[in-house]
């Protein structure tokens, strides 16, 4: 071990005048190993292959403020009350690849090997306190980086469409059986009251029966109404709220059941024709109610539109992101630098020469007594 290095005894410091002395010794080391360092990072940032970053920003919009909402009321989904993180996890689905990369002509499956590199090469970023969400694509080529970027937003904003509108289909095809249903008995009934009065020469009830059914009809309306709040108070946790309506409710029954009470004391023709004439009434309601409904959902549908527009499509990237030619330079000068240090202070300690008194002194803890001086032979002739 070089002596030079050694710790002072007293002041327990490395003397830095002998440890730059030795790293000057070791320049060569240091000025070897840094060269090759950088030889290395440059070697490594030519045979790489670059890569480009593409990014396709988009405005997820808040699906409470469209124009369906003045005429369908589709109540808080899931979507409206995390609209953000939805998408972003629907933007990271490996549908959306699917129909990004069929989009652009690739045949993958979900199980490729080569559709799990081309996913993996997409990833998708929300801005804080925004509602924009950034997708990224990291891909050998600038201009398939942006088309696969612009293709994925233009998926999902396709696949988003198509799970918007199915919402709304899938309750007009409800409503659009319910209708033909309510149509069938609407004519049912009407057939039916129809036959009583040509069978026993009825035109239409008494003022009686006609009071008293209009009386029937808007005590079952309020009582639904009455029915439908009281549920609504349960949901909030109102417990006398709905205590009210359920009060409510007792009393419109027994409503109900004086006024069909009076119905059934009227004479049994009256009776039967005001039974009929009800249930067309009803079921006319019905009918009017869902075609409204039909005529809504059907505008909804119309115009739906997507939640999620794009508002700056990528363009292929003019520089890779990687590799970084100045910065592997640096890093690799920098890496060279310390390492040739470490070399030339590892050799100093594996070094046992004695160069100089001090350093004799130092190893051997004795004063110097003399001197040898080296005496250099002279030349011939001299």
């Known amino acids: 071990m070089n002596p030079g290095l050694l710790h002072d005894r007293e002041s327990d410091v490395i003397d830095l005048r002998q440890l730059w002395v030795a790293l000057g010794r070791r320049k060569a080391v240091i000025l070897a190993t840094t060269v090759l360092a950088v030889i290395a990072a440059l070697v490594i940032t030519t045979v790489a292959t670059p890569v480009y970053e593409a990014v396709t920003t988009l405005l997820v919009k808040d699906p409470r403020v469209a124009g369906e909402r003045m005429f369908l009321d589709t109540g808080t989904s899931a979507v409206a009350r995390n609209q953000v993180q939805n998408s972003v996890e629907m933007l990271r689905s490996r549908q959306v690849a699917l129909r990004a990369a069929e989009r652009l002509g690739y045949s ?14 997409i990833s998708v970023q929300p801005v ?10 990291r891909r050998p080529s600038p201009e398939e980086a942006a ?36 149509e069938a008995q609407l004519q049912e009934a009407e057939r039916a009251l129809q036959e009583y009065r040509l069978q026993n020469g009825i035109v239409s009830p008494t003022e009686e029966t006609r009071a008293i059914l209009t009386l029937i009809m808007e005590l079952e309306e ?18 006398a709220e709905a205590n009210r309506y359920t009060t409510t409710l007792s009393t419109l029954r027994q409503q109900i059941q004086e006024a069909e009470a009076r119905l059934a004391s009227l004479p049994e023709k009256e009776t039967t024709l005001a039974a009929l004439t009800r249930e067309r009434d009803v079921l006319e309601q019905v009918y009017l109610m869902l075609r409204e409904r039909l005529e809504e ?13 794009v508002i700056d499509p990528a363009v292929p990237p003019r520089a890779p992101v990687s590799p970084r030619p100045t910065l592997n ?17 590892g050799l100093e300690f ?25 005496i250099h032979s002279r030349t011939n002739g001299g």
């Not at 804080?128 to 694509?137: C, G, K, L, Q, S």
């Open 128 to 137: 804080p306190n925004t509602e924009t969400i950034r997708v990224i694509v």
């Open 222 to 239: 309020r009582y639904l109404e009455a029915e439908r709040a009281r549920e609504e108070a349960r949901a909030r946790g109102a417990t």
């Open 108 to 121: 993958f499956s979900a199980t490729d090997s080569a559709f799990a590199m081309f996913h993996s090469s």
């Open 297 to 309: 959902v059907r505008i909804a549908e119309a115009m739906r539109t997507p939640e999620v527009a």
């Open 350 to 374: 594996l070094d046992s020469t004695i160069r100089s008194p001090d350093e004799a002194e130092a190893l051997l803890g004795l004063p110097v007594l003399g001197r040898i001086p080296v």
């Open 329 to 345: 330079l640096v890093l690799g000068t920098f890496l060279g630098l310390f390492l040739g240090i470490g070399i030339a202070l």
């Open 147 to 182: 088309a696969i970027a612009n293709s994925v937003a233009e998926s999902f904003i396709e696949l988003s469409r198509e799970w918007n509108r199915g919402e709304v289909s899938a309750a007009r095809e409800f409503i659009e059986e319910q209708l033909a249903v309510a």
